[in-house]
Each structure stands twice: as C-alpha cells, then as structure tokens.
C-alpha cells in the first residue's frame, strides 16, 4: 500500500513533474559536479578535436558559412546549396567550432575586395584537412597554384597535370566537394569544349567569379574568341589553333583570357602565331 | 529566402556541458543512489555526448539526448550490478537492477519511498523509465520519446498507464 503522502498524491494525480521533494539535495549535487569536473576535463582533453574558428557571413556572392584552423582557410559553404548542413556537420566531425565573428569579417572583406578586383586578395593559406584523399589535395593544391586569376584550365588538362591523364571525372568530383571554393579557385576548372561546365554554388556564380577575373563569356557560357594558350613551362602563350599550342604538353597548358592577362603572368606571345 | 540560408552555428560543447551538468547530475544521483557510480556515469556520459555533438543537429536535440544516454548507462550499470548479485547469490533473490530503478524515487529512505520504490520496481521496464523521466527529471513527452526512443504520444500512454497502475495499488 503506498502512503497517501502529500507529494505522493501530487505525483500521481497531476500531469506535471514533481517539485523537488524527492531530490536529491542541491548542496549534493554541486558537491558532486566539484568532484568530477576535473577528472572529466582531464579526459575530454585527450578525445578533444582541435579548434576551428567559424562564423556566418553575408559576402557579395551569397551566404556563407565560413571557418579557420590554425594552419588556413578550412571552410568557405555557400549557405543556400543542398549539401550545406552535411558540410557543417562534416567540418564538426574534425573541429570544435568556435563562433568568431571578426575572423568572419576579415573573410569577408577579403571576397569583397577580391570582387572588387584585388586578384591577390584571397592568397592566405587554406588547411585541405577536409579533404578526403591525397590525390584531391593534390589536384586542388595544384589548381591554386599553377592557374592563376583570369586563367582558367581544363578538366582534361588539370588531370593530366597530377598525373592521372584519363581522371577528368575524378576531377570533376574533386572541384565538386572542393571545401574552399574562391580560395581554391574551382571556377576556374571549364570543359574541353571550351563551355564552363557546372559549378557547386550554381554556374551562375562561376560566370560572376570568371567575368570578375576579367573573362568575357559569350550567352553561350562559352569562353572568348579573344582567348590564348598559355604553356607553363615555356612561358608562351599562343592562338588557340596555333601548330605549337597544339603539340604542346596538355598538362601545362592553362587557357587566358586575353593577350594582356598572359603577360600579366609573365608569359610571353608566341613568334609563330603572333597572337595580338 | 532559402530555410537553408538560416543555418546557425551550435554553441561551443562547454557552454551545453555547463547548461544541462547540474539537471543530469542530479538524475544519475538520484537513479543510482551511489555516488561513486553516479559520478563515473556521468563522466561517461559527457564523454560520450562530447562524441555524438557533431551529429546533434541543434542545442534542442541535445538534452533528451543526455537523457537517453545516461538513461541507458544506468539501466547497463543496473544489470551488470544484478548479474553480479545473481552469481554471489546463486539465483536467489530478486534481481538488484529492478531496485536500483526504483529507487529513483528520491525521497531518504523512508517508509512511504520505500513503498513506491518498490511499485515503480513493478512496473514493465518501459513505464518506469517513462514515469521517472517524466516525473523525476521533468522531461516533455517529446524529450521523453527521444530518450526511450519512442514517440511522443508513446511515452505519454506509458506513463498514464504507470500512473494507473500505481494508484490501482493505492
């Protein structure tokens, strides 16, 4: 028989929680937390994932949600594509976020002077720890540094360029996951038919990102008749049709805008196309 | 504008352990009835929550969450404790774990505690954890049904039909 007790008959004929009669004393359990909080700081700190410094920022190119590791840029998400919240989970996987609004802002004011045409503005260093395999490390950490502003590359060409000449699809899906866009700069990875293929945050914002790099696109998505090939490793560049751009190793080939980008990268025309 | 767009940061795992610490040291006190065990679940449960909080898709989620973990931590611990007993025992004797639910029931040990501990003890698993939880550690039917992995509306009959079943004994 259970007592007809005054918090007894409140336990069972109200819908609600009890109130604290049948608690534990608070003084018990402060006493309790002071016994264990050290040992459990102990011991989170040797599960502890390393810090990432984040924020949301409204940049000119839509919603982001940006972070930063102690080694780079980590995460630049556009907040508006499907696969935003698995990005953000992803990047909770590896790092403990810290919200950090003015780390935020001076990523943000990095995009807008980028767009505003400071071609030098996104140089910081990024961390690829999110990136998934060696080879796509590779291949982003190659795009960055051999495709320049107001240059872009093939599939095909950036491909044969880490190695692995029939691996366009491969590439393809690494410019897809590729965890910081405009820092590794995806956009400027176009198709062999010289059209600009697709683009994670929508191809409307790849043409936006190219137009700034001083391309002008036809309404055909398709790259400038005044365009020329640029070679790497001669530091030539030439007409597209031009016999040597043909014969020309594939993989050190990027493709330029114009005449007056490709000097800007410190190539020079070539003597047999002549290319204005 | 796209839902999408309004993805927000979670809070840092420190400001949700300084949140909900003191709450689920006071249900593991209160489950357990031993302080030396409850402290070791509640480290176990911190640790563990420290893991999963990447998947919790907000601060909302996180507290049934708890719930559940150290409920499952204590009902782990109760069986342990009652194969333990069984084996000095032989068989004897009720099984421990069924009062270490019970005794939840707060209360110092006296008389009428007793009494209930033993009631709750009674109740099919289910309905005395749904009774305790929402009784002890004031959780909505909602959190409930996250905790026992069930729904709502599930944890909500569970825990009418507990209270049925206490008063029948009354």
Not at chain 1, 78 to 95: K, Q
Not at chain 1, 110 to 125: F, K, S, T, V, W
Not at chain 1, 132 to 150: H, K, W
Not at chain 2, 91 to 106: F, I, K, T, V, Y
């Amino acid at each position: 028989m259970l007592e007809d007790r005054m918090w007894m008959r409140e336990m069972l004929d109200d819908d609600g929680p009890l109130g604290m009669d049948g608690a534990p004393g608070e003084a018990a359990v402060g006493a309790a937390l002071r016994a264990v909080r050290t040992r459990l700081a102990r011991a989170l700190g040797r599960v502890r994932r390393p810090l990432a410094r984040a924020g949301v920022i409204d940049s000119p190119v839509g919603r982001l949600l940006v972070a930063e590791s102690a080694h780079g840029l980590l995460a630049v998400r556009f907040l508006d594509s499907p696969d935003a919240p698995g990005a953000l989970t992803a990047l909770r996987e590896r790092f403990d976020l810290v919200e950090d609004t003015r780390a935020a802002a001076r990523i943000r004011r990095e995009i807008e002077r980028y767009l505003d045409g400071d071609m030098h503005a996104l140089d910081r260093p990024v961390d690829l720890s999110l990136v998934r395999s060696g080879f796509q490390r590779r291949a982003l950490m190659r795009l960055r540094r051999a495709v320049p502003p107001g240059s872009v590359i093939t599939y095909q060409a950036l491909a044969a360029a880490v190695g692995a000449p029939s691996g366009q699809r491969a590439i393809g899906n690494t410019m897809a996951s590729n965890p910081v866009p405009l820092y590794v700069p995806c956009h400027r990875v176009i198709r062999s038919d010289n059209t600009i293929g697709n683009y994670g945050g929508g191809v409307a914002r790849k043409i936006r990102l190219l137009r700034a790099e001083g391309f002008s696109l036809s309404r055909d998505h398709r790259l400038p008749a005044g365009s020329v090939m640029g070679h790497l490793g001669t530091h030539i560049f030439c007409r597209p049709r031009c016999p040597a751009a043909m014969r020309a190793n594939r993989a050190k080939t990027v493709i330029f805008a114009d005449s007056g980008r490709a000097r800007g990268a410190g190539l020079r025309a070539c003597k047999l196309c002549r290319p204005v | 504008m796209d839902p999408l767009a309004k993805l927000t940061l979670p809070p840092p795992f420190e400001e949700a352990l300084s949140r909900h610490e003191r709450e689920i040291m006071r249900f593991l006190l209160r489950m357990t009835r031993d302080r030396d065990d409850a402290l070791d679940l509640f480290q176990e449960t911190w640790l563990r929550a420290y893991r999963a909080y990447p998947q919790l898709d907000s601060e909302q989620g996180l507290r049934p969450w708890l719930y559940r973990i150290a409920t499952n931590l204590c009902r782990n611990r109760a069986r342990d404790n009652s194969r333990r007993a069984r084996v000095i025992s032989n068989g004897d004797g009720p099984g421990d774990g069924d009062h270490r639910l019970a005794s939840a029931a707060g209360g110092g040990g006296q008389e009428d505690t007793l009494h209930l501990r033993r009631a709750i003890a009674g109740l099919p698993h289910k309905q005395g954890q749904a009774l305790v939880l929402r009784k002890f550690a004031g959780l909505e039917y909602e959190e409930i049904g996250v905790a026992l992995d069930c729904s709502a509306e599930s944890a909500r009959a569970s825990v009418y039909q507990a209270l049925k079943k206490l008063k029948a004994m009354r």
